[in-house]
């Protein structure tokens, strides 16, 4: 089926950097963008930006522009979105996701911890 | 930006009872090129990712029961569950995809009163 797995919980302190893994099975990866979504402790969702497929253009929230990377391993059928900088504001479940319009396939979150 | 308005930011409802969520955006979403109101709703329930309930603003995805329901164009949208069931406590969110950067409605939260 399609689906969406996502790396393992991550902690990290201020000023690093964290990469989180997306891998896609159940369809066509290379031909379908993948969309990276967080949602903080007690807020709601928040869109980072998407990777579109084939040409692999990206497109970032402004907030996180010169912070986010979003790439791809087509040969593994692998997202990745790196995030470097952090803060404890950054402290997040992340979701990666495919955009269908909608995002109609979601993977499972990666709980990212920012602490000292 | 585009701005997602939704209202209320919580509501209580009876087993049964009918629950009605609203969404504004700031500008339209609604695209005249291919008719299509680039616009979703979303349930989210504690520990799993977002469910698409809802796409173009009210097409019903597979498997999501008939009770709910999506409705609105331009810049007003709802979102109806007819009979709530338990099941259906979570935090609904409206998400807009018509332009860059994509945003999300600050959610509602739906309980059982």
């Known amino acids: 089926q399609v689906q969406l797995v996502q790396s393992g919980a991550?902690?990290?302190?201020?000023?690093?950097s964290v990469k989180v893994s997306c891998k896609a099975s159940g369809y066509n990866f290379i031909s379908h963008a993948i969309t990276w979504v967080r949602q903080a402790?007690?807020?709601g969702l928040e869109w980072l930006g998407y990777m579109s497929a084939y040409i692999?253009?990206?497109?970032y929230a402004q907030k996180f522009q010169g912070r986010v990377s979003m790439t791809r391993d087509t040969s593994t059928s692998t997202a990745y979105?790196?995030?470097t900088s952090l803060t404890s504001d950054d402290t997040a479940v992340y979701y990666c996701a495919r955009p269908r319009g909608r995002m109609d396939v979601w993977g499972q979150g990666t709980t990212v911890i920012v602490s000292s | 930006?585009?701005?997602?308005?939704?209202?209320?930011?919580?509501?209580?409802?009876s087993l049964g009872e009918r629950a009605t969520i609203n969404c504004k955006s700031s500008q339209s979403v609604f695209s005249s090129s291919d008719n299509k109101n680039y616009f979703a709703w979303y349930q989210h329930k504690p520990g799993q990712p977002p469910k698409s309930l809802i796409s173009w603003a009210s097409a019903r995805e597979?498997?999501?029961?008939?009770?709910?329901?999506?409705?609105?164009?331009?810049?007003?949208?709802?979102?109806?569950?007819t009979s709530l069931q338990p099941e259906d406590v979570a935090v609904y969110y409206c998400q807009q995809h018509f332009d860059t950067p994509w945003t999300f409605g600050q959610g509602t939260k739906v309980e059982i009163k």
Do not use: H, N, W, Y
């Open chain 1, 10 to 16: 991550e902690v990290k302190k201020p000023g690093a």
């Open chain 1, 41 to 43: 402790p007690g807020q």
């Open chain 1, 81 to 83: 979105m790196e995030l």
């Open chain 1, 56 to 59: 692999t253009k990206t497109t």
């Open chain 2, 1 to 13: 930006d585009i701005v997602m308005i939704q209202s209320p930011d919580s509501l209580a409802v």
């Open chain 2, 62 to 81: 597979s498997g999501v029961p008939d009770r709910f329901t999506g409705s609105g164009s331009g810049t007003d949208f709802t979102l109806t569950i």
